[in-house]
């Protein structure tokens, strides 16, 4: 069994795999770590590797005092990966969203992919056919433009998450939820659309925290699943044990 660790910017998600089959998910703050890690390998006995992709601010050493008792890996940019990273400054490429680019390689092979991933921010990832990691885009996520707003002006309000009731806002907290949701909503669908104008046999994956809340709005067909990352990073710790 292997227990995969995604450290993001907010929260810790970890899942536990046997072979490529999900065993259970997790969700917890970074205080967490090692109490969490404890209890999963208390429930799933069998566990003997510990892999980590990681872009949060979480000590090594939390993770090393699980080294007794499982093999633990941090992936970085010396691992192999099943694609070219044509990124002109790769050193500087997020580990996450090369394990993203690599589950998205692996998974569909043989055609023109985006990953999307909507989180704290929300990161725009192509892969083309020919396995080629080009580059994408960053912006900030739904709950950074809410809390911009606010932190930047005298008197708008810091708002939660909600579904606009209209694209036209008629109250305050109205037109917050429609700039903030549907200006993301029409920011993705726009880069979906140019990317489809310039590439065909396309496959888009949308993933992280906020998939679900966006997959429904979207007008483009994508592919969702809030947990490609981890899946994602299984995938590419089978493929280096495969290629080592």
């Known amino acids: ?102 589950g998205a390689t692996l998974q569909f092979p043989e055609q023109n992919r985006l990953v999307i991933d909507a989180g704290t921010c929300i990161t725009y990832d192509f892969i083309d056919e020919n396995d080629n990691y080009l580059g994408g885009a960053i912006s900030p996520g739904l709950r950074l433009r809410y809390e911009a707003l606010h932190n930047f002006t005298a008197r708008l309000p810091l708002l939660t ?38 590439f065909s046999n396309f496959i888009i994956i949308l993933t992280g925290g906020d998939a679900e809340f966006l997959a429904k709005r979207l007008k483009n067909t994508i592919f969702a699943n809030s947990n490609f990352l981890l899946e994602s990073l299984n995938q590419t710790f089978q493929y280096k044990i495969d290629n080592d």
């Open 1 to 102: 069994m292997v227990l995969a660790i995604d450290v993001g910017n907010t929260r810790i998600k970890a899942s536990v795999f046997e072979s490529s089959t999900v065993l259970e998910n997790f969700v917890f703050e970074k205080n967490e770590l090692e109490k969490k890690i404890k209890e999963i390998l208390e429930k799933f006995q069998n566990c003997s590797d510990l892999i980590i992709a990681s872009v949060g601010n979480v000590e090594k050493q939390s993770f090393l005092a699980f080294e007794k008792d499982l093999n633990i890996h941090f992936f970085t940019h010396e691992d192999v990966f099943p694609f070219v990273n044509r990124y002109a400054t790769p050193k500087t490429l997020g580990i996450d969203r090369m394990i993203l680019a690599s």
């Open 161 to 198: 998450l909600e579904g606009p009731e209209s694209y036209i806002g008629d109250s305050t907290a109205q037109a917050i939820h429609s700039g903030v949701v549907n200006g993301f909503v029409y920011e993705i669908d726009g880069f979906i659309d140019e990317y489809q104008a310039n």
